[in-house]
């Protein structure tokens, strides 16, 4: 049964970087036909889409945040991660990683994470 | 980018009744949309892709409808378990993928 855990610091400080790492297990990151994601929620808002990476590394953002975002993925230790710089209050949120087919649409989610922008 | 417009806001109903959701969008998604189901403090869940067919372990009270720019999700008796918040997403056209904002189903 694949499972998602985020993990990564509740608190950033304006300005500075935001760093979240999803861990994989159950299968294997390297899987085909799938694409490893992240998803933000506001406080009390609705989803938003960051981006995806395929477990070669491709790499597609949402052009909104492409500026700021950073996707990587580490198959020697079944995770994929997250940064995104320069960070201000409206950056704070729940961060979801999750796993979508080919298409788009995502089945497995992780359990998301609260990160909070403040000084 | 294609914008997803969920309507009502908010819909109130009484457990045992039908709830219609609606999903527009921008322009043509054909069947590539998606329904997802989120409970407070929990992540969303899949529940309907290719604009009506349902994942595995869904009820079949849950159906969606529709194709083009309009799309339907309903629940055709409503449990208290279904009272959450229920998104679209599109996926014909990417990046970015786009969810509707959503719509609170609760009871009446």
């Known amino acids: 049964q694949l499972q998602l855990q985020e993990s990564g610091p509740g608190l950033v400080k304006p300005s500075e970087t935001l760093s979240l790492t999803c861990s994989v297990s159950?299968?294997?990151?390297?899987?085909?036909?799938?694409?490893w994601g992240w998803i933000r929620q506001p406080p009390g808002k609705g989803l938003e889409w960051i981006g995806n990476i395929y477990y070669t590394g491709t790499t597609y953002y949402n052009p909104s945040l492409e500026s700021r975002v950073t996707m990587s993925v580490d198959t020697s230790q079944n995770h994929f991660s997250l940064r995104l710089s320069s960070v201000t209050a409206s950056d704070t949120g729940v961060y979801y990683c999750?796993?979508?087919?080919?298409?788009?649409?995502?089945?497995?989610w992780g359990q998301g994470t609260l990160v909070t922008v403040s000084s | 980018e294609i914008v997803m417009t969920q309507s009502p806001d908010t819909l109130s109903v009484s457990p045992g009744e039908r709830a219609t959701l609606s999903c527009r969008a921008s322009q043509s998604v054909s069947s590539n949309l998606a329904w997802y189901q989120q409970k407070p403090g929990q992540a969303p869940r899949l529940l309907i892709s290719?604009?009506?067919t349902r994942a595995t372990g869904i009820p079949a009270r849950f159906s969606g409808s529709g194709s083009g720019t309009e799309f339907t999700l309903t629940i055709s008796s409503l449990q208290s378990e279904d009272f959450a918040v229920y998104y679209c997403?599109?996926?014909?056209?990417?990046?970015?993928?786009?969810f509707g904002g959503g719509t609170k189903v609760e009871v009446k």
């Open positions: 997403q599109q996926y014909i056209s990417w990046p970015p993928l786009t």
């Open positions: 290719g604009g009506s």
């Open positions: 999750a796993r979508s087919n080919n298409a788009g649409w995502f089945v497995s």
């Open positions: 159950g299968d294997s990151i390297r899987s085909a036909n799938y694409f």
